[in-house]
């Protein structure tokens, strides 16, 4: 596998597990280590199953897709060769807000996995509190920019 290879893999599975973090799935690890056909996997269960819905978990699988698409500005071959080309566009289109809003997370836990090659869940979730942070502080910092340039 390539290096360029290896960071589309490993932001497929962080968009996964950030999405999962995101809707409360208690995350086992995530790991960039091969397992049959899959390159990535993450291990992952509903901290209470009545509490997580259909809806969220179809996001939660979709998100590793739409990660990957947008890190490399396209989507796999393989993906329209299933004949659903239109679907998966669709699907992107939707999912596309919610993976750019997390982009930050998604980038950080993607990065310690190519370096770590598995993440705990504890990990994850410090990585997805870190980049909400820095996330808001960015949304603070161009408020009060925005304060100060105002004209009296
Ligand atoms: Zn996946």
């Not at 950030?18 to 809707?23: E, G, H, I, L, T």
Request: net charge positive.
């Amino acid at each position: 596998m390539t290096r360029h290879e290896r960071r589309a893999v490993a932001c497929h599975e962080a968009g996964h597990v950030v999405m999962a973090v995101w809707y409360g799935l208690h995350v086992r690890d995530v790991t960039l280590r091969r397992s049959g056909e899959a390159l990535g996997m993450v291990h992952a269960i509903p901290a209470d199953d009545f509490g997580t819905s259909f809806c969220h978990r179809l996001i939660v699988n979709l998100s590793g897709l739409v990660a990957e698409a947008e890190l490399t500005g396209k989507v796999r071959k393989e993906w329209w060769s299933l004949g659903a080309g239109r679907d998966i566009e669709n699907v992107i289109a939707l999912v596309r807000p919610l993976i750019r809003k997390n982009w930050l997370a998604i980038q950080a836990v993607a990065e310690a996995l190519v370096v770590k090659k598995t993440l705990s869940g504890r990990q994850v979730e410090d990585l997805v509190r870190l980049a909400g942070s820095v996330t808001r502080l960015k949304g603070e910092t161009g408020w009060l920019l925005s304060q100060t340039d105002r004209p009296r």
